[in-house]
């Protein structure tokens, strides 16, 4: 089973392998430059489980972890 962007420390880097996220919110990640393939990494966590800071390209975003569980990832090449 792939892990999800959610559970990545703090200083983790990624490679996005599916978005599996109701249509809007699949739409809406897209448009921020959430793509299969992407290399993603993890900026800095959200304290109590608050939201996390991601940068994926020359793009940070901050997401809550409910929405970046729904992003599975692999490891870098």
């Known amino acids: ?21 109701d249509e809007a919110l699949h739409h809406r990640l897209q448009a921020l430059g959430f793509q299969t393939g992407k290399p993603v990494s993890v900026v800095r966590l959200g304290r109590f489980h608050g939201p996390l800071q991601v940068r994926i390209g020359m793009t940070d975003v901050i997401m809550r972890r409910s929405d970046a569980a729904k992003i599975k990832v692999g490891p870098t090449l």
């Open 1 to 21: 089973m792939m892990p999800d962007l959610s559970r990545l420390n703090e200083g983790d880097s990624a490679v996005i392998q599916s978005i599996e996220a």
